[in-house]
Protein backbone atom coordinates (compact mmCIF):
# COMPACT_ATOMS: atom_id res chain seq x y z
CA UNK A 1 0.00 0.00 0.00
CA UNK A 2 2.61 2.14 0.54
CA UNK A 3 4.55 1.88 -2.74
CA UNK A 4 1.52 2.48 -4.16
CA UNK A 5 0.38 5.71 -2.61
CA UNK A 6 4.33 6.40 -3.56
CA UNK A 7 3.41 6.00 -7.02
CA UNK A 8 0.15 7.82 -6.97
CA UNK A 9 1.64 10.64 -5.37
CA UNK A 10 3.82 11.13 -8.13
CA UNK A 11 1.62 10.72 -10.52
CA UNK A 12 -0.61 13.19 -8.99
CA UNK A 13 2.94 15.34 -9.53
CA UNK A 14 2.69 15.73 -5.70
CA UNK A 15 6.16 16.49 -4.72
CA UNK A 16 8.19 18.38 -2.19
CA UNK A 17 9.18 21.93 -4.04
CA UNK A 18 13.22 22.50 -5.85
CA UNK A 19 15.78 23.86 -3.32
CA UNK A 20 17.58 24.71 -6.07
CA UNK A 21 18.62 28.49 -6.44
CA UNK A 22 19.18 29.43 -10.10
CA UNK A 23 19.96 33.09 -10.08
CA UNK A 24 20.18 35.33 -13.45
CA UNK A 25 23.28 36.85 -11.67
CA UNK A 26 27.02 37.31 -12.39
CA UNK A 27 29.24 35.92 -10.98
CA UNK A 28 33.06 35.68 -12.91
CA UNK A 29 35.90 38.24 -12.91
CA UNK A 30 35.56 41.49 -11.69
CA UNK A 31 37.91 44.93 -11.74
CA UNK A 32 39.43 46.57 -8.70
CA UNK A 33 38.54 50.22 -7.61
CA UNK A 34 41.21 51.60 -9.96
CA UNK A 35 40.20 49.67 -13.19
CA UNK A 36 36.79 50.81 -12.12
CA UNK A 37 37.81 54.53 -12.12
CA UNK A 38 40.23 54.78 -15.05
CA UNK A 39 37.65 53.58 -17.49
CA UNK A 40 34.72 55.59 -16.46
CA UNK A 41 36.65 58.75 -16.51
CA UNK A 42 38.22 57.44 -20.14
CA UNK A 43 34.43 58.61 -21.19
CA UNK A 44 33.44 61.50 -18.57
CA UNK A 45 37.04 63.23 -19.23
CA UNK A 46 35.64 63.95 -23.05
CA UNK A 47 32.72 65.37 -21.62
CA UNK A 48 33.29 68.97 -20.78
CA UNK A 49 30.03 70.72 -21.86
CA UNK A 50 26.91 69.19 -22.80
CA UNK A 51 23.77 70.38 -25.02
CA UNK A 52 20.88 68.47 -25.18
CA UNK A 53 17.08 68.56 -25.99
CA UNK A 54 14.19 66.68 -25.25
CA UNK A 55 10.54 65.82 -23.47
CA UNK A 56 10.29 67.07 -19.90
CA UNK A 57 7.64 65.86 -17.44
CA UNK A 58 7.10 66.61 -13.33
CA UNK A 59 5.16 66.40 -10.85
CA UNK A 60 6.38 69.26 -8.38
CA UNK A 61 5.80 68.73 -4.65
CA UNK A 62 5.78 70.81 -1.79
CA UNK A 63 5.84 68.54 1.12
CA UNK A 64 2.74 69.09 2.28
CA UNK A 65 0.41 66.71 -0.76
CA UNK A 66 0.33 69.25 -2.98
CA UNK A 67 1.65 69.10 -6.36
CA UNK A 68 1.63 71.08 -9.50
CA UNK A 69 1.68 69.08 -13.17
CA UNK A 70 3.89 70.23 -15.80
CA UNK A 71 5.20 69.10 -19.11
CA UNK A 72 6.95 70.57 -21.79
CA UNK A 73 9.75 70.34 -24.49
CA UNK A 74 13.10 71.43 -22.84
CA UNK A 75 16.78 72.12 -23.42
CA UNK A 76 19.64 71.15 -20.84
CA UNK A 77 23.03 72.80 -21.18
CA UNK A 78 25.91 71.84 -18.66
CA UNK A 79 29.71 72.56 -18.22
CA UNK A 80 31.92 71.21 -15.70
CA UNK A 81 31.80 71.31 -12.87
CA UNK A 82 28.55 72.86 -11.73
CA UNK A 83 27.31 75.07 -14.87
CA UNK A 84 23.69 73.56 -15.48
CA UNK A 85 20.63 74.78 -16.97
CA UNK A 86 17.12 72.83 -17.63
CA UNK A 87 14.56 75.05 -19.34
CA UNK A 88 11.09 73.75 -19.76
CA UNK A 89 9.16 76.12 -21.70
CA UNK A 90 5.41 76.33 -23.38
CA UNK A 91 2.98 78.97 -24.05
CA UNK A 92 1.33 78.83 -20.15
CA UNK A 93 4.89 79.30 -18.58
CA UNK A 94 8.09 77.37 -17.77
CA UNK A 95 10.41 75.51 -15.60
CA UNK A 96 13.96 76.47 -14.62
CA UNK A 97 16.85 74.92 -13.11
CA UNK A 98 20.26 76.54 -12.43
CA UNK A 99 23.26 76.41 -11.01
CA UNK A 100 26.85 78.32 -11.22
CA UNK A 101 29.55 78.60 -9.32
CA UNK A 102 27.98 80.90 -6.77
CA UNK A 103 23.88 80.02 -6.61
CA UNK A 104 21.54 77.93 -7.69
CA UNK A 105 17.69 78.18 -8.53
CA UNK A 106 14.42 77.04 -9.17
CA UNK A 107 11.60 79.03 -11.08
CA UNK A 108 8.33 77.98 -12.24
CA UNK A 109 5.60 79.95 -13.34
CA UNK A 110 2.43 77.54 -13.87
CA UNK A 111 0.23 78.29 -11.11
CA UNK A 112 3.16 78.88 -8.39
CA UNK A 113 5.28 82.02 -10.00
CA UNK A 114 7.84 81.67 -7.32
CA UNK A 115 11.48 81.38 -7.79
CA UNK A 116 13.68 80.35 -5.25
CA UNK A 117 17.43 80.76 -4.78
CA UNK A 118 20.43 79.73 -2.60
CA UNK A 119 23.90 80.39 -2.51
CA UNK A 120 26.62 77.50 -2.86
CA UNK A 121 28.42 79.44 0.09
CA UNK A 122 25.59 78.85 2.54
CA UNK A 123 24.54 74.99 1.24
CA UNK A 124 25.23 73.87 4.99
CA UNK A 125 21.96 76.09 6.06
CA UNK A 126 19.49 74.51 3.52
CA UNK A 127 16.78 72.82 5.02
CA UNK A 128 15.66 70.67 1.93
CA UNK A 129 11.90 70.88 1.90
CA UNK A 130 12.21 74.69 1.45
CA UNK A 131 13.08 73.79 -2.27
CA UNK A 132 11.08 71.64 -3.94
CA UNK A 133 13.48 70.43 -6.55
CA UNK A 134 17.74 70.73 -5.63
CA UNK A 135 19.01 71.44 -8.75
CA UNK A 136 22.38 70.86 -7.08
CA UNK A 137 21.66 67.52 -6.71
CA UNK A 138 20.61 67.40 -10.18
CA UNK A 139 24.29 67.71 -11.12
CA UNK A 140 25.34 64.82 -9.80
CA UNK A 141 22.52 62.79 -11.39
CA UNK A 142 24.56 63.51 -15.01
CA UNK A 143 27.01 61.17 -13.76
CA UNK A 144 29.62 62.69 -15.96
CA UNK A 145 31.86 64.45 -13.62
CA UNK A 146 35.52 63.18 -13.24
CA UNK A 147 35.86 60.73 -9.98
CA UNK A 148 38.94 61.37 -8.31
CA UNK A 149 41.68 58.99 -8.21
CA UNK A 150 43.08 59.93 -4.72
CA UNK A 151 41.09 57.68 -2.69
CA UNK A 152 42.04 58.86 0.19
CA UNK A 153 40.91 61.83 -0.20
CA UNK A 154 37.36 63.05 0.81
CA UNK A 155 35.05 62.43 0.01
CA UNK A 156 36.29 58.30 -0.08
CA UNK A 157 35.04 56.06 -2.73
CA UNK A 158 33.82 52.37 -1.69
CA UNK A 159 33.51 50.02 -4.12
CA UNK A 160 31.40 47.05 -4.08
CA UNK A 161 30.24 44.68 -6.98
CA UNK A 162 26.56 43.79 -7.17
CA UNK A 163 26.32 40.05 -8.39
CA UNK A 164 22.47 40.30 -8.62
CA UNK A 165 22.26 43.34 -10.25
CA UNK A 166 25.57 42.83 -12.59
CA UNK A 167 27.15 46.14 -11.41
CA UNK A 168 29.63 47.96 -9.14
CA UNK A 169 28.63 50.23 -6.42
CA UNK A 170 30.39 53.01 -5.52
CA UNK A 171 29.97 54.64 -2.48
CA UNK A 172 31.17 58.05 -1.28
CA UNK A 173 32.27 58.71 2.36
CA UNK A 174 33.32 61.49 4.54
CA UNK A 175 33.86 61.78 8.11
CA UNK A 176 31.90 63.46 10.96
CA UNK A 177 32.93 64.44 14.67
CA UNK A 178 31.70 61.09 15.61
CA UNK A 179 31.17 58.87 12.60
CA UNK A 180 31.72 58.11 8.86
CA UNK A 181 28.40 59.63 6.54
CA UNK A 182 27.49 58.46 3.22
CA UNK A 183 26.66 60.96 0.87
CA UNK A 184 26.26 59.29 -2.67
CA UNK A 185 26.13 56.09 -4.32
CA UNK A 186 26.32 55.62 -7.67
CA UNK A 187 25.85 51.79 -9.95
CA UNK A 188 27.83 51.16 -12.91
CA UNK A 189 27.15 49.02 -15.68
CA UNK A 190 29.80 45.78 -15.67
CA UNK A 191 30.11 45.70 -19.27
CA UNK A 192 30.14 49.40 -20.07
CA UNK A 193 30.95 51.05 -16.62
CA UNK A 194 28.04 53.54 -17.64
CA UNK A 195 25.77 54.69 -14.08
CA UNK A 196 22.71 53.26 -13.89
CA UNK A 197 21.36 54.44 -10.17
CA UNK A 198 22.28 57.40 -8.43
CA UNK A 199 21.48 57.87 -4.89
CA UNK A 200 22.68 61.20 -2.32
CA UNK A 201 22.17 60.95 1.01
CA UNK A 202 21.79 63.34 3.98
CA UNK A 203 23.94 63.02 7.02
CA UNK A 204 21.65 60.43 9.07
CA UNK A 205 21.65 57.92 5.94
CA UNK A 206 18.00 59.21 4.48
CA UNK A 207 17.64 59.70 0.26
CA UNK A 208 17.51 63.16 -0.71
CA UNK A 209 17.24 61.97 -4.32
CA UNK A 210 16.78 58.86 -6.22
CA UNK A 211 17.82 58.69 -9.92
CA UNK A 212 17.33 55.68 -12.57
CA UNK A 213 19.60 56.74 -16.07
CA UNK A 214 18.67 54.47 -18.61
CA UNK A 215 18.63 54.56 -22.74
CA UNK A 216 22.46 55.43 -23.54
CA UNK A 217 23.66 57.44 -26.31
CA UNK A 218 26.31 59.02 -27.90
CA UNK A 219 27.53 62.43 -27.64
CA UNK A 220 28.51 64.55 -30.72
CA UNK A 221 32.15 65.55 -29.86
CA UNK A 222 33.82 68.09 -31.64
CA UNK A 223 37.56 67.15 -32.68
CA UNK A 224 36.71 63.72 -31.51
CA UNK A 225 36.28 60.55 -34.28
CA UNK A 226 32.94 59.53 -33.87
CA UNK A 227 34.17 56.23 -32.72
CA UNK A 228 35.35 58.27 -29.74
CA UNK A 229 32.72 60.34 -28.88
CA UNK A 230 31.20 59.72 -25.18
CA UNK A 231 28.15 58.29 -23.91
CA UNK A 232 26.08 59.67 -21.48
CA UNK A 233 21.90 58.86 -20.67
CA UNK A 234 19.01 59.81 -22.83
CA UNK A 235 16.40 58.96 -19.89
CA UNK A 236 16.22 60.37 -16.38
CA UNK A 237 13.78 59.27 -13.58
CA UNK A 238 13.97 61.74 -10.94
CA UNK A 239 12.18 61.82 -7.27
CA UNK A 240 12.81 64.16 -4.46
CA UNK A 241 11.63 62.31 -1.52
CA UNK A 242 11.20 64.96 0.77
CA UNK A 243 8.96 66.79 -1.26
CA UNK A 244 7.44 64.24 -3.69
CA UNK A 245 8.53 66.12 -6.23
CA UNK A 246 8.99 63.61 -9.18
CA UNK A 247 11.13 64.33 -12.80
CA UNK A 248 11.31 62.47 -16.30
CA UNK A 249 13.40 63.77 -18.97
CA UNK A 250 14.03 62.01 -22.36
CA UNK A 251 16.70 63.48 -24.67
CA UNK A 252 16.19 63.06 -27.76
CA UNK A 253 19.41 65.27 -29.35
CA UNK A 254 22.92 65.67 -27.55
CA UNK A 255 25.87 67.06 -28.74
CA UNK A 256 28.85 68.76 -26.81
CA UNK A 257 27.49 72.12 -28.10
CA UNK A 258 25.20 74.19 -31.08
CA UNK A 259 25.31 77.32 -31.57
CA UNK A 260 27.50 78.21 -29.27
CA UNK A 261 26.01 77.34 -26.36
CA UNK A 262 26.26 76.27 -23.61
CA UNK A 263 28.82 79.73 -23.10
CA UNK A 264 29.51 81.58 -19.95
CA UNK A 265 26.18 83.57 -20.89
CA UNK A 266 24.30 80.22 -20.11
CA UNK A 267 24.42 79.41 -16.62
CA UNK A 268 23.29 83.50 -15.54
CA UNK A 269 21.50 84.01 -12.13
CA UNK A 270 17.92 85.79 -13.29
CA UNK A 271 17.98 87.42 -9.97
CA UNK A 272 14.89 90.03 -10.11
CA UNK A 273 14.36 89.68 -13.61
CA UNK A 274 13.02 86.05 -12.76
CA UNK A 275 9.51 87.73 -13.87
CA UNK A 276 7.45 85.87 -10.48
CA UNK A 277 4.94 87.03 -8.29
CA UNK A 278 7.05 85.15 -5.55
CA UNK A 279 11.25 85.11 -4.95
CA UNK A 280 12.23 82.73 -1.72
CA UNK A 281 15.85 83.28 -0.87
CA UNK A 282 16.56 79.59 0.81
CA UNK A 283 19.42 81.14 2.59
CA UNK A 284 17.12 83.27 4.24
CA UNK A 285 14.66 81.04 5.85
CA UNK A 286 13.75 80.83 9.09
CA UNK A 287 15.22 77.92 11.54
CA UNK A 288 13.04 74.87 11.48
Known amino acids: MLVVGCVLLVALGC ?5 AYNPKAYFGPTEPLATVVQKINANNQ ?4 LYASGDFDADIGDGKGN ?48 MWWGSYASLDR ?9 PDLVIDVL ?29 WQVTA ?14 KKLLPTHVLLFDENGRIVLSA ?27 FFPDTQSRITLKLDELASSQGGAPNEYSFQFPGD ?8 SVDEQPAH
Request: aromatic fraction near 12%.
Open 46 to 49: KIKT
Open 177 to 190: PDRWIAIKEVWYDR
Open 67 to 114: STYFNARARMLYRKPQGFRLVARKEIGNVDLGSNDKNYWLIVKPKIST
Open 143 to 171: GVNDIDTNFKQQPVPVMVFNNDADCYMIR
Open 126 to 134: LHRPDIPIR
Open 212 to 238: YLSDFKRVKTEDVPEAQWPEVASQYKL
Open 273 to 280: KAGVDKII
Open 15 to 19: RAPSR
